[in-house]
Structure formats: structure tokens, C-alpha cells
């Protein structure tokens, strides 16, 4: 066979040869030694989980730790999967988390000279690959239609052999040049595929960066490399990409562990060293006690919307997303509270293969721990900025009580010991919310022991004792006069001693007042939101109480 004029006859117009890519289009990256160029490839498909946030912290963490590259590729070659405006959102949300590319997709461009970072844009670079392949006897034409595979399907079924198209199950591996042309001028479509080498019982070793040495079997079928439009499938395109934007190192989900044959079959049919292939693992969750793979379907923490529309802090999310990469992680951090995560060194050898599990409430317990390092008008400024896209009815409210609400974030955050309230602006609002009469409700119960009209009568004698210029100490005495003239026990422990003398205990009282003045049982300190809240506003809510 001639396989030259064969692939003249298929790739007419493709000129440019491997060696012109690899020498004066894309030469080798001028890098310092062992700098890593990584690349975040995601498909257009609308949506962008936390699989891809995991990856682009790796990839990011691995180029940036090394004085490498760190690109974004979109690799939109699947017509069917691509939405509108989807590369716009992958981009706004990785800026949200502070994922900084040097080189790829930029929202008004591309930046980098081994572009274009759209693989749709990529066509002719695949085929100057694909022709090549079909040149040195590696690529052919198949003419199959869906019905013949369907057929030949059925037949490998009942013959209980492999599917798929392979050794002399692969009708057009050996057609004619003639059949070929025939096929040509009748216009029948044709996808091109690789004509593997491999076979299935041979077994090779791959040094994978995450998991160690890995076996895997060899490649035998001939995959198909350019679909019918031209247009190549991932297994090529990534291939060819991968090779000419010079990455050295793949990080991608364990998903495509099972085709890591092909991929290493390609590169090395073309010659190729293969980029260090990072599998990283599936990230998990915990259901029922039982450890699953997060599922689009069924967890909507998985997509990156979630966070962005509750309003989570991107240092948070940031903070967390490191526990589960490194195992060493948390312990660095108890050592080096104040450092940036920047200072930790991260490293693949430290990642988990079994799963990254992730937990929501483990999230919430970090981010309450990195908000309470923010300052408040850093806190301020984000749940401003979130309302203005998330929930625009609180802008104007925000923006008009901004003092108040920085004094209302502050209670109770110096000292040894401060509070840890914070962890997303949905739940921050809420948190603050009491404050505004719009949103102020009584949410909680008064105690078991007291009853609505004892309740009342305690805030009656609250009321009439009030007065806003008291100060902490002055205004607590009071509520313990308060108690006691109304048979509650100055001090828990006095009621614990003799609980049969008391109808409770200050603290029974204090909770009535909280509740009445805050709608909640637990808040920060009643006599500082007093203090915020301002005394038209406070004797306004005890009345409403006692009515
Ligand atoms: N486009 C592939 C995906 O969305 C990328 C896999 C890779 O990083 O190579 O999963």
C-alpha cells in the first residue's frame, strides 16, 4: 500500500508537517530546569464541579511551585456537549477561586504563543498529526456506517469475543487504495482510525505521578482519532496538544485511567515522550455511611455554583480544597497558622488515590476558622459585592448600615478566644439579620420553664428597668435583680444546688430577654448588640414582647 498518496488523497490540503510544529511553531519552552507547564482542559459542557477546582489547584500549585506554566485549554471538540456561554463561567468561576492562568483562554482572548487554546481552532494541527500517522501506515480510513457496528457488535457478542473495531475484526484496515478512492468520490463519510499495534494479553508499566507504577494492558483497538467532520476525538487531540504546548505534566481524573493505553500507544507511534500522567482520585462523599462518588445528579455541592451562589470565601474553599489534596496539609497548618497557603509545598506523593472525601461540614468548620482571620470590612466589602450578584434586595440595606453591621461583625472576635460565626454570606446575612427590623423574627422558643406570660412579666420589669447607658456590668446586675425578685437563682450553680427553690436560673432570664431583643437563644453578647442596635429600637422589640 502507498501510504503516502493515501494520505495525500485524504488530506489534501494539509501541508505543514510535525517537524515544522515542533521547530518553529511551538518550540521548546524557554524554562528553567524542572519547570512544570500544567494545563486545566475542561469541555464546555455548562457545568464546573469540584473535580475541576481539585485539578486546577494541582496543576496550578505544580507549575507555579517550580517557576513553570500554568495554561487553560478548552477543549470544546464535542459539538453535541457545548453550551452557550460555558467557557465564560468556567473562567469567571476558577477567577472566583483565585485560579490564575499564565497562558490559554482568557475572557477577551487568548494569551501565549502555543495557541490556539481552543481545540475547535486546533483542526489543521490534528490533521498535520492525523496525516502523518496515516503516512507511516498508522491511520486509516473507516467507511462504517452506525448500522455495520451495530452489526459487527452483535456478531463479537454471540461469537463472545471483545467488541469493538480490532484485528481482522477491523473491516477497513486492509481496503485498497482504489475501494478508498471509490469511497471518496462517492462522498461517504469517513472517521479516521488509528491502527493499533497492541495486544491485549501484553502488559506495560507507566509511572503514574499520583499512584506509583501502574500495569496496564496494552491497546489493541484501533480507536477512532478524527471524526467525521475532521475534528478530533480527546484521545488524539490531547495527545497532539499536550505534545506540542510542551506540558510535562497531566493532571486529570482517574476517569481516564482505563483509556491510558491509547494515549500511551499514540505518543509512542508518533515518537513522543508522554507528559507524567497525574491520575488524581474521585472526589466522595459520605452517604449513609456508606463512602460514593459525588454524582451531578444527586449532590449539588459537586457543582462550583454552589459555592459561588451561597457566598463561600474563595480563601475557604481554598483552605479546605488543601486538606483533601495533601495529607500533611492540616499538620503544616497548626504549625504555621499565619502563613499564605502559597508557603505550604505541595506535593504529589502526597496525595490520596482511594478517593478524596469530601465533607460539607468539614468545610464549614474551616471556614469559619479562615473568616475569623479576615478583618471585618474585608468580610464586609465580599458580602456586599455577593449580595449585588446573588441576592440584590439587601444591597441598599448593606450599604446603609455599613457601621453598624462592622460593629455587629466584630463582637466577641478579640481575645484569646474569639467567635467563629461566620462561614458563608447566605448563612452571614442571616446571621446578622436580627438587625434590621425587615428581617428581625423571633425564631427560638423561650425555656421550657417559663411560660409566655412569665415571660412577659420578665421583660415588663427588663423594660422598666432599662436604661441604655448603662454599662455591661451595670446592665447584668440588673438582670440578676430581675431574677431575683422574680424567684430565679442569681447563679446557675445556686439553682443546681437547690433546684426546688427556684423556678430557674439567670440564665433562664437572660434568654428571654436575648430572645426578645435578638429572636434567638444564641447570639453574640446581648449587651453589645444592645449597644449596635441603638435604644429606640431595643425598647420598640420588648414592647412588641409584651403586648
Ligand atoms: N476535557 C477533559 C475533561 O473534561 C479533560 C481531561 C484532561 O484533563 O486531559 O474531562
Redesign the pocket.
Given at each position: 500500500m502507498d501510504y503516502k498518496k493515501l494520505a495525500d488523497m485524504l488530506f489534501p490540503n494539509i501541508t505543514k508537517l510535525i517537524s515544522d510544529y515542533e521547530e518553529t511553531i511551538f518550540p521548546k519552552r524557554n524554562l528553567k530546569e524542572g519547570a512544570k507547564v500544567t494545563r486545566?482542559?475542561?469541555?464546555p459542557t455548562g457545568f464546573i464541579h469540584l473535580g475541576n477546582l481539585y485539578?486546577a489547584f494541582v496543576d496550578e500549585r505544580l507549575a507555579h511551585q517550580s517557576e513553570g506554566v500554568f495554561m487553560l485549554r478548552i477543549?470544546d471538540t464535542d459539538e453535541k456537549r457545548k453550551v452557550e456561554g460555558a467557557v465564560e463561567t468556567i473562567i469567571s468561576s476558577l477567577e472566583y477561586f483565585g485560579v490564575k492562568f499564565d497562558e490559554g483562554a482568557f475572557v477577551d482572548g487568548e494569551i501565549g504563543n502555543y495557541g490556539p487554546y481552543y481545540q475547535s481552532n486546533r483542526k489543521e494541527i490534528y490533521q498535520s498529526v492525523a496525516k502523518h500517522l496515516v503516512e507511516i501506515g498508522r491511520a486509516y480510513p473507516c467507511f462504517c456506517t452506525e448500522e455495520e457496528l451495530e452489526e459487527l457488535r452483535n456478531k463479537q457478542e454471540s461469537a463472545k469475543v471483545n467488541t469493538g473495531y480490532y484485528g481482522e475484526w477491523a473491516r477497513d484496515r486492509n481496503l485498497s487504495l482504489e475501494e478508498i478512492q471509490s469511497h471518496l468520490d462517492n462522498n461517504d463519510s469517513f472517521v479516521l482510525r488509528f491502527k493499533s499495534e497492541g495486544k491485549e494479553e501484553n502488559t506495560n508499566e507507566v509511572e503514574d505521578s499520583i499512584r506509583g507504577k501502574l500495569v496496564i494492558h496494552e491497546n489493541f483497538q484501533d480507536i477512532v482519532i478524527l471524526k467525521t467532520n475532521g475534528i478530533p476525538t480527546?484521545h488524539f487531540a490531547?495527545v497532539v496538544d499536550d505534545h506540542l504546548m510542551r506540558v510535562t505534566h497531566?493532571?486529570?481524573?482517574e476517569e481516564?485511567l482505563s483509556t491510558l493505553p491509547i494515549h500511551i500507544e499514540i505518543f509512542n507511534t508518533l515518537n513522543w515522550n508522554p507528559p507524567l500522567y497525574c491520575h488524581t482520585a474521585h472526589m466522595m462523599k459520605m452517604d449513609n455511611g456508606n463512602k460514593r462518588k459525588l454524582s451531578k445528579r444527586k449532590d449539588p455541592e459537586l457543582g462550583l455554583g454552589y459555592y459561588m451562589d451561597l457566598g463561600y470565601h474563595p480563601a475557604a474553599v481554598r483552605e479546605y480544597l488543601l486538606t483533601i489534596l495533601n495529607s500533611n496539609y492540616e499538620e503544616w497548618r497548626i504549625e504555621n497558622s499565619d502563613s499564605s497557603t502559597d508557603d505550604f509545598k505541595f506535593t504529589l506523593e502526597k496525595m490520596s488515590t482511594s478517593g478524596a472525601l469530601f465533607d460539607l461540614d468539614k468545610l464549614n468548620n474551616i471556614s469559619k476558622d479562615v473568616l475569623v482571620k479576615i478583618p471585618v470590612e474585608e468580610i464586609y466589602d465580599f458580602l456586599l459585592q455577593w449580595s449585588k450578584n446573588h441576592k440584590k434586595e439587601i444591597t441598599k440595606l448593606l450599604e446603609v448600615n455599613k457601621e453598624s453591621i462592622l460593629k455587629l461583625f466584630a463582637i466577641g472576635r478579640d481575645g484569646k478566644k474569639p467567635r467563629k460565626d461566620l462561614i458563608y454570606c447566605e448563612q452571614i446575612f442571616e446571621f446578622i439579620s436580627y438587625y434590621f427590623d425587615e428581617y428581625f423574627e423571633i425564631v427560638d422558643k423561650y425555656p421550657e420553664n417559663i411560660d409566655e406570660e412569665e415571660a412577659k412579666k420578665l421583660l415588663k420589669a427588663y423594660l422598666n428597668t432599662f436604661d441604655y447607658n448603662d454599662d455591661q456590668s451595670q446592665w447584668f446586675d440588673k438582670i440578676r435583680e430581675i431574677s431575683v425578685e422574680n424567684g430565679y437563682a442569681a447563679k446557675p450553680k445556686d439553682y443546681k444546688k437547690n433546684p426546688e427553690l427556684y423556678k430557674g436560673h439567670v440564665g433562664d432570664v437572660s434568654v428571654v430577654v436575648r430572645i426578645a431583643v435578638v429572636g434567638r437563644e444564641s447570639s453574640p453578647d446581648v449587651w453589645e448588640i444592645q449597644q449596635i442596635l441603638g435604644e429606640d429600637k431595643v425598647r420598640e422589640r420588648l414592647k412588641k414582647a409584651i403586648m
Amino acid at each position: 500500500m502507498d501510504y503516502k498518496k493515501l494520505a495525500d488523497m485524504l488530506f489534501p490540503n494539509i501541508t505543514k508537517l510535525i517537524s515544522d510544529y515542533e521547530e518553529t511553531i511551538f518550540p521548546k519552552r524557554n524554562l528553567k530546569e524542572g519547570a512544570k507547564v500544567t494545563r486545566l482542559a475542561p469541555s464546555p459542557t455548562g457545568f464546573i464541579h469540584l473535580g475541576n477546582l481539585y485539578g486546577a489547584f494541582v496543576d496550578e500549585r505544580l507549575a507555579h511551585q517550580s517557576e513553570g506554566v500554568f495554561m487553560l485549554r478548552i477543549e470544546d471538540t464535542d459539538e453535541k456537549r457545548k453550551v452557550e456561554g460555558a467557557v465564560e463561567t468556567i473562567i469567571s468561576s476558577l477567577e472566583y477561586f483565585g485560579v490564575k492562568f499564565d497562558e490559554g483562554a482568557f475572557v477577551d482572548g487568548e494569551i501565549g504563543n502555543y495557541g490556539p487554546y481552543y481545540q475547535s481552532n486546533r483542526k489543521e494541527i490534528y490533521q498535520s498529526v492525523a496525516k502523518h500517522l496515516v503516512e507511516i501506515g498508522r491511520a486509516y480510513p473507516c467507511f462504517c456506517t452506525e448500522e455495520e457496528l451495530e452489526e459487527l457488535r452483535n456478531k463479537q457478542e454471540s461469537a463472545k469475543v471483545n467488541t469493538g473495531y480490532y484485528g481482522e475484526w477491523a473491516r477497513d484496515r486492509n481496503l485498497s487504495l482504489e475501494e478508498i478512492q471509490s469511497h471518496l468520490d462517492n462522498n461517504d463519510s469517513f472517521v479516521l482510525r488509528f491502527k493499533s499495534e497492541g495486544k491485549e494479553e501484553n502488559t506495560n508499566e507507566v509511572e503514574d505521578s499520583i499512584r506509583g507504577k501502574l500495569v496496564i494492558h496494552e491497546n489493541f483497538q484501533d480507536i477512532v482519532i478524527l471524526k467525521t467532520n475532521g475534528i478530533p476525538t480527546y484521545h488524539f487531540a490531547h495527545v497532539v496538544d499536550d505534545h506540542l504546548m510542551r506540558v510535562t505534566h497531566v493532571v486529570r481524573g482517574e476517569e481516564w485511567l482505563s483509556t491510558l493505553p491509547i494515549h500511551i500507544e499514540i505518543f509512542n507511534t508518533l515518537n513522543w515522550n508522554p507528559p507524567l500522567y497525574c491520575h488524581t482520585a474521585h472526589m466522595m462523599k459520605m452517604d449513609n455511611g456508606n463512602k460514593r462518588k459525588l454524582s451531578k445528579r444527586k449532590d449539588p455541592e459537586l457543582g462550583l455554583g454552589y459555592y459561588m451562589d451561597l457566598g463561600y470565601h474563595p480563601a475557604a474553599v481554598r483552605e479546605y480544597l488543601l486538606t483533601i489534596l495533601n495529607s500533611n496539609y492540616e499538620e503544616w497548618r497548626i504549625e504555621n497558622s499565619d502563613s499564605s497557603t502559597d508557603d505550604f509545598k505541595f506535593t504529589l506523593e502526597k496525595m490520596s488515590t482511594s478517593g478524596a472525601l469530601f465533607d460539607l461540614d468539614k468545610l464549614n468548620n474551616i471556614s469559619k476558622d479562615v473568616l475569623v482571620k479576615i478583618p471585618v470590612e474585608e468580610i464586609y466589602d465580599f458580602l456586599l459585592q455577593w449580595s449585588k450578584n446573588h441576592k440584590k434586595e439587601i444591597t441598599k440595606l448593606l450599604e446603609v448600615n455599613k457601621e453598624s453591621i462592622l460593629k455587629l461583625f466584630a463582637i466577641g472576635r478579640d481575645g484569646k478566644k474569639p467567635r467563629k460565626d461566620l462561614i458563608y454570606c447566605e448563612q452571614i446575612f442571616e446571621f446578622i439579620s436580627y438587625y434590621f427590623d425587615e428581617y428581625f423574627e423571633i425564631v427560638d422558643k423561650y425555656p421550657e420553664n417559663i411560660d409566655e406570660e412569665e415571660a412577659k412579666k420578665l421583660l415588663k420589669a427588663y423594660l422598666n428597668t432599662f436604661d441604655y447607658n448603662d454599662d455591661q456590668s451595670q446592665w447584668f446586675d440588673k438582670i440578676r435583680e430581675i431574677s431575683v425578685e422574680n424567684g430565679y437563682a442569681a447563679k446557675p450553680k445556686d439553682y443546681k444546688k437547690n433546684p426546688e427553690l427556684y423556678k430557674g436560673h439567670v440564665g433562664d432570664v437572660s434568654v428571654v430577654v436575648r430572645i426578645a431583643v435578638v429572636g434567638r437563644e444564641s447570639s453574640p453578647d446581648v449587651w453589645e448588640i444592645q449597644q449596635i442596635l441603638g435604644e429606640d429600637k431595643v425598647r420598640e422589640r420588648l414592647k412588641k414582647a409584651i403586648m
